[in-house]
């Protein structure tokens, strides 16, 4: 993701990656530490939120948020991923 401007998110898919009213998920990397001995035990993908696509360019696209967990924020390092279309 490359900008957040309220409930519109700017990404860096392109024209050929992604089409218009396409959904993507936008997840964030977690460290993992155990609660006792503080050895780092790897990361986790959680998902922040989803968005639509609204705009495609040939360089980027624009996403409307659609839906984000109580609690979290979608920052601009937060990853995008295209959901298969349902069927």
Request: avoid cysteine.
């Amino acid at each position: 993701m490359v900008l957040v401007d309220g409930m519109r998110i700017v990404i860096d898919l392109a024209d050929g990656e992604v089409r218009k009213d396409s959904l993507v998920a936008i997840t964030r990397r977690q460290s993992l530490t155990h609660p006792v001995t503080g050895e780092p035990l790897g990361e986790i993908s959680i998902e922040v939120g989803r968005a639509r696509i609204v705009e495609v360019q040939p360089k980027f696209s624009v996403a409307e948020l659609i839906g984000f967990k109580p609690g979290l924020t979608v920052k601009p390092q937060d990853r995008v991923t295209v959901l298969p279309a349902s069927p």
